[in-house]
Each structure stands twice: as C-alpha cells, then as structure tokens.
C-alpha cells in the first residue's frame, strides 16, 4: 500500500505509538504519570466510543465500573502491606474490630486482578440484561444509570469503617511484591498501561469490524427493522455494555495505580459526565478520537484547574456545547474532513 493511499489515522496512530513509548527518555517524571493517568482513562473512553458511539446506548455511570476496578484492587494494596492479623488504618480509626469477610479473597493480589475484570463486567452483564430485555434505552437508560451512579458514590461514601468513606482508599506501597514507587516499576506500569490501550484499541476496532459490529451498529439505527429480519438486538448492547464496563473496570485499576488513590470523588455522577464529555469532544463513532479527547481533555484539566479551580467545570461544558454544536463528530470530524473524507470518521 502507497503512503499516499495509507489512511491517515494509521500515520498518526503509529507515530502517537512510537512518541508514547519514547516518552519516559524525554518526558518529566510528573508529566510522565500524569500521561500514564490519563493513558489508563482513555480505556474508558475507548468503551464508552463502542458503547455510545457504535451502540447508541448513553451511560452516565460509567464511574460505577470505574470504582469496582479501582477498590477491588486497592483493597488488595492495602492489605499488601499489613501483617497477618492487622487491619488497614482506616478501619482502626473507625472502630472496625475484624477485617469484613468480603475483603478477604482480595488478599490474593491475584484474585484481585481477576476481580477487576470480572466484578465490572458481571454487574455490567446483569444489569444490562435487565434492562435490555425489557427494552428499556434512550434518556430513560441514561437515568437509570447516572442514579445508580448517585446510589453507589453515596453507599461507599456512607461506609466509613470498610470503603474509607469520603478519603477513600490510599497509601500503599506494594503490587506483587514491586515497590510501586521503584523507578522500575513505574515504567514497567506505563508500558503495560499503553500495551493495554493499543490492545483494546485494536480489539474493539477488530469487533467493530465483525458481523457483531454489523448488527450493533444496525441495532442502533433501527431496532424494529433487525427485528423484522430476524435479529434480536439485546444481546449485541448487553455485550457492548459489558466489555465497555471491563475497559472501565480496567481502567479504574491502572489509574488507582497510578495516581495512588481510589475515593468517591472519581465514580460518582460528575466524574461519569466528564467521561462522556471526554468521548464527545473527541468524537464519539471514533475509537482514536475518544483517545485524543481524553488526553487533551484531562491535559487541559490539570492545567486550568490548577491556576484557576473555579473556572475549569465552566469551560467544561461550554467545551461540551461546542462539541455538541458546531463539532457533532468531534476532533475526528476535523480530521476527516482534513483528510478528505468528511463523514467517513471511524477508524
């Protein structure tokens, strides 16, 4: 294939590749963990573009899988570091006399790995199936899930003595045995964070390019007519649902990792907006785009919220009502249209 005929997603995509891998050889060690933090949210984003984008199915609580991914693994840092018999800190403080029965499988670090792919994608597939096959989607589907968003930040918050309340879950030292303040391991964390992202990326582009991608996308604009033929739509959204609450769960984990911390102010209702509004200013049908809007999104995050804290969630959404209006595909949209191909922006 000619360089010219190469489609210029897979140029910037190959470049974007190689310059991240190179980033810890010339990249601060700050702005380096901030990229890998913002690295591990782009997987969300990368569900929520199958899910919203190729499915039609809003979800506004996308923070629920988020914060299961995120605790089942801090609750396995946590207790990484204790003596057999001793409780974390917070339960102490709390008056909790004996470790809760549920916390215990997670002192199994692997076990826990498992459970941050397991928990979300099992709550999401139950859910889901509930709600799909009573037919329920739309703005209905949208509220549901930003209550249960509501629901789950309150219960954590609630129970001080075993979630760690509103501080949530922080200061651990250990994952497996590696210090995670080693050099060694933070880098060895934010290559497996983009490993994890250009293979998700690539699994979901090679689902989408499948007969599954076919029929979602085919459900998403008629559901009455692939019933006609056939077709029974729910369990193509259950699927996009629950491998888009997996990314999530996942993404939820490596960001714990990363920033060393889990609490509710990261799975509640905004938080699960932001990450929508991460998808829609990158553009929504492309999976490289709602990698790029969450990358430039949180970039801008950090920086404006950092010189100006009260201005950042104003210029959020009037980010939002920019993408909505004048850009309806998102940075994507202007990529296509650059390269010629204006409408045409999957990648």
């Known amino acids: 294939m000619s360089l010219k005929k190469f489609p210029f997603f897979a140029v910037f995509g190959v470049l974007a590749v190689m310059l991240a891998i190179s980033a810890p050889w010339w990249l601060p060690s700050y702005e380096l963990n901030l990229t890998a933090r913002f690295l591990a949210l782009s997987l969300t984003a990368i569900g929520l573009s199958l899910l919203w984008g190729e499915g039609?199915?809003?979800?506004?609580?996308?923070?629920?899988?988020?914060?299961?991914?995120?605790?089942?693994?801090?609750?396995?840092?946590?207790?990484?570091?204790?003596?057999?018999g001793d409780?974390?800190?917070?339960?102490m403080w709390s008056g909790v006399s004996h470790l809760p029965a549920w916390w215990a499988p997670f002192r199994n670090p692997f076990v826990a790995v498992a459970g941050v792919f397991i928990i979300p994608a099992a709550v999401a597939a139950l859910f889901s199936w509930a709600m799909f096959r009573?037919?329920?989607?739309?703005?209905?589907?949208?509220l549901i899930t930003q209550a249960l968003a509501l629901g789950f930040s309150?219960?954590?918050?609630?129970?001080?003595?075993?979630?760690?309340?509103?501080?949530?879950?922080?200061?651990?030292?250990?994952?497996?045995?590696?210090?995670?303040?080693?050099?060694?391991?933070i880098l060895a964390l934010y290559w497996l964070t983009l490993g994890l992202v250009v293979a998700a990326y690539l699994g979901v582009r090679w689902l989408l390019a499948s007969r599954f991608g076919k029929l979602l996308r085919a459900a998403r604009d008629g559901a009455n007519r692939i019933r006609f033929l056939g077709y029974?739509?729910?369990?193509?959204?259950?699927?996009?649902?629950?491998?888009?609450?997996?990314?999530?769960?996942?993404?939820?984990?490596?960001f714990t990792l990363h920033s060393g911390v889990i609490s509710p102010a990261l799975i509640g209702v905004v938080p699960s907006i932001?990450?929508?509004?991460?998808?829609?200013?990158?553009?929504?049908?492309?999976?490289?785009?709602?990698?790029?809007?969450?990358?430039?999104?949180?970039?801008?995050?950090?920086t404006i919220s950092t010189a100006l804290p009260d201005v950042?969630?104003?210029?959020?959404?009037?980010?939002?009502?920019?993408?909505?209006?004048?850009?309806?595909?998102?940075?994507?949209?202007?990529?296509?249209?650059?390269?010629?191909?204006?409408g045409e922006v999957r990648s």
């Open 154 to 185: 309150t219960l954590v918050i609630s129970q001080q003595g075993t979630t760690g309340g509103f501080n949530g879950l922080t200061d651990y030292h250990t994952l497996f045995g590696f210090d995670l303040n080693a050099h060694a391991t």
């Open 312 to 342: 950042w969630l104003y210029l959020l959404g009037l980010l939002f009502i920019i993408a909505v209006t004048v850009m309806p595909k998102g940075i994507a949209g202007m990529f296509a249209a650059f390269e010629g191909r204006k």
């Open 232 to 254: 029974d739509p729910m369990p193509y959204k259950v699927v996009a649902f629950t491998v888009a609450a997996l990314l999530t769960g996942v993404s939820g984990a490596l």
């Open 134 to 142: 009573r037919r329920i989607g739309g703005v209905y589907f949208a």
């Open 274 to 302: 932001e990450m929508v509004i991460w998808v829609a200013i990158g553009g929504r049908n492309s999976l490289a785009g709602a990698i790029i809007g969450t990358l430039l999104v949180n970039f801008a995050k950090d």
């Open 87 to 91: 409780m974390p800190d917070f339960m």
């Open 56 to 84: 039609g199915v809003l979800s506004l609580g996308q923070g629920i899988f988020f914060g299961l991914g995120g605790y089942v693994l801090a609750m396995n840092l946590k207790l990484a570091d204790l003596a057999p």
